[in-house]
């Protein structure tokens, strides 16, 4: 099992930072890509960042590049996105998935994602 979590409030400022991790229950992230998501009302979900646990290999959007950083804490086994100078735009239901097997060709694609956990709100205000 997954579970998303927000460190810090989910309301911020445009401009301000926010920190979510991506935990698991009952079993590592071992030989895992793990990726984060966002949903906003009506439209489909979107492709942030994902991470190959073993390998270490960074994928991000380009709407997110520069912006955000996607890391993981072994001892921990978290999978933290640092979302920095956030912007009105990345107000949105944000979700982390995992899955073993996963080809590069499709690690921004939402169904090539087998485990998935609750979103966390995080929000954006001018």
């Known amino acids: 099992m997954f579970s998303c979590r927000r460190l810090g409030g989910g309301l911020v400022q445009a401009g301000g930072s926010l920190r979510l991790s991506c935990a698991t229950s009952?079993?590592?992230?071992?030989?895992?890509?793990v990726g984060w998501f966002r949903q906003t009302p009506g439209k489909e979900r979107e492709f942030v960042a994902a991470?190959?646990?073993?390998?270490?290999?960074?994928y991000y959007a380009d709407s997110v590049k520069g912006r955000f950083t996607i890391s993981r804490e072994s001892a921990e086994n978290l999978v933290n996105l640092q979302m920095n100078n956030l912007r009105l735009e990345d107000t949105a239901l944000y979700s982390c998935?995992?899955?073993?097997?996963?080809?590069?060709?499709?690690?921004?694609?939402?169904?090539?994602?087998?485990?998935w956990g609750k979103g966390t709100l995080v929000t954006v205000s001018s």
């Open positions: 998935a995992a899955s073993r097997t996963i080809i590069q060709s499709s690690i921004g694609m939402p169904s090539a994602y087998a485990n």
């Open positions: 009952g079993r590592t992230f071992s030989g895992y890509t």
């Open positions: 991470i190959k646990w073993n390998g270490r290999s960074t």
